[in-house]
């Protein structure tokens, strides 16, 4: 991965895929059916003779590409359309725990989960945290990616040492983050003392929302740095030369060259930031409550999870997960409206 | 997970290759560190001692996960034969009909005597139907104890206190001789519902749920709670009493650090804090309130029993049955009891830890089991509340928003009153 060549890095498609399928199941149905613009995103590399590869492949027979489909389909339709047909399913019933009776309650389970206003009060933070991480993410690895861009020297070693992280497993990261932010011994609440702020993690809503974001954009910079690192460097040198020719402001020919050239991977890492900020930052919020959420801001997902696998009540935590399906759907839908007719692919 | 399964495997390997004629049968529970370990070597003790079944420990992560895994296996039929249930589920498995074999129903079956008086008073209860039938099967109990810093109140020149009242006159010599005067590790066991028991106060309608699941609801507006919460609140602003959140461990560290005088733990807890604590430690009962007329009765148990879930062989039954014998035998009882510090649930495993001068040697491991052991209150024999766990969360979040200062006491009781009987209400429709 240190390398420095300018194509090393995995596909921003392919990665995608394999990142859409570990993101869950109510993202899929919704991006499984959008059509990844792979000839589009090709068209940025400096390689103009690849475009060709977008050209149609003929199949000697009809049923052949779905055969080639049908082990994805099937794994899709296995771990993603059933449960998520299931959740629907049991949203609408009462259950015992040990499944000896189901009631139907039609939109009961739903209409408890809306009235609550602790349920508000966890999707405000959801929505706050998701946005602080998402924007904090990207800013930062961006950031890093253009200045490690830049560097000659040693490029190499600086680029291994900012994507290290990311091998870190989300507990793992929560764990140290945790340690961190110990109330005893955290070497950072020693630090912030310093400044009179007494920061009590588990104990203080806000510092608790704070340590959290902090270990979420630590874990989620590399992954950035890497599409973006690999971003600025599909972007033709020609055009680099000739823009640094009729402007002397790096920060303005950054504005107005680099990052339009970069928008297609910056929307790609929106969603994924997205979802990463929704879904998989579920580990570290586990390690850093403790299993003890008490007055601490959790998201929607662990909140699915404590109501769910915790608190046993089957029909009340399948209707929170529809909600949050329906949530993920609307989302994507809106950021594929709205936000990609200003990517531009070529 | 992998841990677990690759776990699984093994100790299933091992079990089919050395016991070929004998009846397997499987034993989930929640128990890990030391805890866990002294589970395997009391199957090795089973085991060993007969022939005819084998029986194979394995750990499902924590309580909560246990019953979770336990709850999954058996809507897919692959329910181990017995299941490890702590004190805040007992009333989703118990209302589970059909579910698990009553413990009692299990043993006269196999065959056996079964004398529900050989128990302890605090333990009887607690896993037993409204008639007294045992359901489940008392594992590892534990009390709410209060553990005393020696050195910190030799130092302030005072006695641990007995009261609460007490506490509040020894709390400002305690501060000022250097120590935090109190902590504690779990506001929802120690401080409600073992504040119900220690002072006789009724937790919740119907019998403390016991009667009926329909109509049942919690009584946590209680003035007596209120005025409990309102001291501990004013405690911490005069500094007699440090909060560090819902977890277990932020609280008790400064206990073992020899920084805090008192904190009121569990008394499963002996046997880490043995090796933990910096400074020479003793306990006492948890206390109560003076003022409240009837107070000072026993504690509920805490901890987990064991159920033996349904849908399996005469045989395997059989075995499981033989288990429990073997489990609740003076020997066993008085070896788990030491190993781990949970209290001995029959008076024969009490009598016999007395007689073998154990108690002289350590006089804290009996503490727990004394306070069982105090006279019972019309209040104090246990609390039987359907999404009981959810409703500790409820808890949790709202006593941490008393000590963050987001919440008023009244409005935090208020707030897990109103929750709480709606998840009450829930679990009747699911249960019905």
């Avoid at chain 1, 600025?232 to 020719?245: K, N, T």
């Avoid at chain 2, 050195?151 to 302030?156: P, Q, R």
């Amino acid at each position: 991965m240190s390398e420095a060549s300018p194509s090393p890095w995995p596909s921003p498609r392919a990665r995608g895929e394999g990142n859409a399928a570990d993101n869950g199941a109510s993202l899929l149905p919704a991006m499984a059916g959008r059509r990844w613009p792979a000839g589009r995103m090709r068209g940025r590399f400096k390689d103009q003779g690849r475009q060709a590869a977008a050209k149609r492949v003929q199949f000697a027979s009809p049923f052949l590409p779905y055969l080639f489909l049908a082990p994805q389909l099937a794994i899709i339709f296995v771990f993603f359309y059933w449960p998520s047909v299931q959740a629907i399913q049991s949203s609408f019933y009462l259950e015992d725990p040990f499944g000896f009776g189901s009631t139907f309650v039609g939109l009961t389970n739903y209409a408890d989960v809306l009235k609550s206003t602790e349920y508000f009060g966890i999707a405000r933070f959801t929505a706050i945290f998701t946005a602080l991480v998402t924007f904090f993410a990207l800013a930062i690895g961006l950031l890093l990616a253009v200045k490690a861009d830049g560097v000659i020297r040693g490029n190499a070693a600086y680029k291994t040492l900012l994507i290290w992280v990311y091998a870190i497993a989300p507990p793992v990261a929560g764990l140290i983050g945790m340690m961190f932010f110990n109330q005893h011994i955290g070497p950072l609440v020693e630090f912030a003392r310093w400044f009179g702020w007494d920061i009590k993690v588990g104990l203080d809503y806000f510092d608790t929302a704070f340590a959290m974001i902090v270990v979420a954009v630590w874990k989620q910079i590399p992954y950035n740095f890497i599409f973006f690192l690999s971003g600025l460097q599909g972007i033709p040198v020609s055009v680099r030369e000739a823009a640094a020719i009729d402007c002397r402001s790096e920060l303005r020919r950054f504005w107005t060259i680099i990052l339009p050239l970069l928008a297609p991977t910056a929307f790609f890492l929106l969603i994924i930031n997205v979802t990463y900020a929704l879904f998989d930052t579920f580990g570290i919020i586990d390690v850093m409550v403790k299993d003890k959420a008490a007055n601490n801001p959790i998201t929607l997902v662990y909140k699915v999870y404590m109501d769910g696998f915790r608190g046993n009540d089957l029909g009340g935590s399948s209707a929170q997960s529809v909600i949050l399906m329906l949530i993920v759907l609307v989302l994507t839908v809106f950021q594929f409206r709205f936000i990609e007719r200003r990517v531009h692919y070529n | 997970m992998l841990k677990t399964i690759s776990l699984a495997a093994i100790a299933l390997a091992f079990s089919t290759t050395t016991s070929l004629a004998a009846t397997n049968i499987t034993w989930w529970h929640g128990m890990a560190g030391r805890n866990g370990e002294v589970i395997n070597e009391v199957a090795q003790k089973f085991n060993a001692s007969q022939s005819a079944c084998a029986l194979t420990p394995v750990s499902k992560g924590t309580y909560e996960e246990a019953l979770a895994s336990g709850i999954a296996a058996f809507r897919a039929g692959e329910q181990p034969n017995i299941l490890q249930v702590f004190d805040a589920g007992a009333a989703t498995i118990i209302n589970a009909k059909g579910a698990v074999i009553p413990a009692e129903d299990l043993i006269t079956k196999a065959g056996y005597s079964f004398d529900r008086n050989a128990f302890i008073d605090g333990v009887r209860y607690f896993y037993a139907d409204s008639e007294g039938k045992f359901v489940g099967m008392p594992f590892n109990s534990s009390a709410p104890i209060m553990y005393i810093n020696d050195e910190a109140l030799k130092k302030a020149g005072v006695e641990a206190p007995k009261t609460w009242e007490e506490f509040e006159v020894i709390a400002p010599k305690l501060k000022d001789a250097g120590f935090i005067p109190l902590v504690q590790s779990q506001l929802t066991w120690q401080f409600t519902e073992n504040f119900f028991s220690r002072n006789n106060i009724q937790f919740a309608t119907n019998n403390n749920g016991y009667d009926s699941v329909v109509d049942t609801k919690l009584k946590v507006t209680d003035p007596n709670l209120e005025m409990m919460f309102e001291k501990l609140k004013a405690w911490k602003d005069q500094g007699y009493f440090a909060f560090y959140g819902a977890g277990w461990n932020d609280n008790q560290k400064v206990f073992e650090e020899g920084k805090a005088a008192l904190w009121i733990g569990s008394s499963g807890s002996f046997g880490g804090l043995q090796k933990t604590a910096t400074m020479p430690f003793s306990a006492t009962f948890l206390p109560y309130w003076n003022a409240i007329k009837g107070a000072g009765t026993n504690s509920f148990i805490g901890g987990a029993a064991l159920f033996a879930m349904s849908g399996k062989s005469d045989a395997e039954n059989k075995c499981v049955a033989d288990f429990f014998q073997f489990l609740t035998s003076p020997e066993v009882q008085y070896f788990y009891h030491k190993a781990t510090g949970y209290v001995a649930i029959t008076k024969a495993a009490h009598e016999l830890a007395q007689k073998d001068g154990y108690y002289k040697e350590k006089p804290v491991a009996e503490v727990g089991i004394k306070q069982l052991l105090l006279p019972a209150g019309e209040w104090s024999k246990g609390y039987r509340l359907g999404f009981y766990p959810q409703i500790r969360e409820i808890m949790e979040r709202e006593y941490g928003r008393i000590f963050s200062g987001e919440a008023t006491v009244k409005d935090a009781l208020e707030a897990i009153e109103k929750e709480g009987n709606e998840l009450l209400a829930r679990f009747a429709k699911t249960a019905g």
